[in-house]
């Protein structure tokens, strides 16, 4: 039964990365975060929202002005 432990611990962490990716987040960096924590960064990554990259927002323009007819100075 000893032996298994390690062996239950790593198949998390693999799971982890895998869920990770899946979710828009590093897999490697979970991965690792995983056999660390073991089943602490699992509850981490399931409990946390589903990532969003952040794309920046687009100025907000004026409405550009009507051309108008400009007046012949003659």
Do not use: N
């Amino acid at each position: 039964m000893d032996s298994l432990i390690p062996v239950i611990w790593l198949w998390l962490a693999i799971m982890t990365g895998g869920l990770a990716q899946a979710k828009g987040r590093s897999g490697w960096t979970w991965f690792v975060l995983g056999l660390l924590l073991g089943p602490i960064a699992a509850t981490w990554l399931v409990a946390w929202k589903q990532f969003q990259p952040t794309t920046p927002a687009a100025p907000a323009s004026p409405a550009a002005p009507s051309p108008t007819p400009e007046a012949d100075p003659s």
